[in-house]
């Protein structure tokens, strides 16, 4: 530019120069306006109907009618908002830093739509006072999915301090064919553990019960299915119930203790058979195999008994012969005889018939097959 136009030039003057920077030039500024008619878009920093090479302060509000693209950094001493839709960044190298706290609700335009991370770019914390996951009945995927490959860590962990209501609770009540819960524990490694594990820890809780299952439906209320292939020699178990209780400190009240609690009431129309407890041993031929039905030992109390029954008598199936011997111990079975008779064989294999009934006999007792 090689002049400028003044407020003190006459129009004459002012008419003749082209592409001049008007300078006001009065202290106070003055009352009138500049009004450019020139409708030149701007599309970068060198184009448009004013051009400036220089910086623009503005002490009042500026509008701009269509868009506003900025070369630099945009800094604001006050709030932003917008109307539209807004679009930070171009390119995954971009980041957006905020200092500053969120005061409102983050919701998304479409449900199901949107993901917060990825599969490769994870979010370290999330604190949260509540979550709640809803998914959609189309929704195609877990809702909630937990991958955890920290080993020494635990992949959820539920501190609750509820009192009157359960700390954690699965309702499933559309179920099929499938479970409410399944735990699968698929590792190889053969250290001791257990899969799962229920502990009620406090020693004062005198009423609390460890684990209460309820079936008001079906009928199997608990199965449990053991298997086990190994070689080496072992002593396998399929259910273990170890109850210990230990000398009190002090008192001298009465306890009872049942290692196996079994009530069973049953009551039907039509014919109806109750059995408190069904044993079905079976063994195999493949080595030398003994099976036995029931093993009960019992002793170091004041009194011992192995076994007592009341309301009803004992049934033994008749046999042809006694089993083997077994050192120490005593056979009482039912020969196949017309009529059967009850019998008894010693250690040595000689069998007696128990003509008379009514005698107090202490024995350990082999059914036989």
Known sequence: MSANVALSDTFDQWRVKNNELLVMTQADGSSNFIKLTNTTNSTSNTTGSIISTGGIGISKSMVIGENLNVHGNIHANGNITSDGSITLGDAGTDNIVFTADINSSIIPNTNGAFDIGNSTQYWSNGFFESVKLSAASDLGMTALEIDANDADQAALTIDGEQTTVAVMRIDADALTTNSAAVFDDNSADTSAR??????????????????????????????????????????????????????????TAAFTDIGIDLDVTSAGLGVTTTTGLDIDVVGATSGTHTAVGLDVTVGSADVN?????????????????????????????????????LQFTDDAGKDQAMASIGKSVALSIVFGS
Do not use: C
């Open 194 to 251: 257990a899969s799962v594990q229920i502990v009620q820890d406090n020693a004062a809780a005198l009423a609390a019960t460890a684990l209460k299952i309820q079936s008001d439906g079906g009928i199997t209320g608990m199965q449990i299915d053991k298997n086990y292939t190994d070689v080496s020699a072992a002593t396998v178990t399929g259910l273990h119930v170890d109850f210990d209780r230990t000398v009190p400190g002090s008192g």
């Open 305 to 341: 008994y192995a076994a007592k029954f009341s309301g009803g008598g004992i049934m033994i199936k008749e046999q042809a012969n006694a089993d083997t011997d077994i050192a120490a111990y005593g056979q009482l079975w039912v020969k196949s005889s017309t009529p059967n008779t």
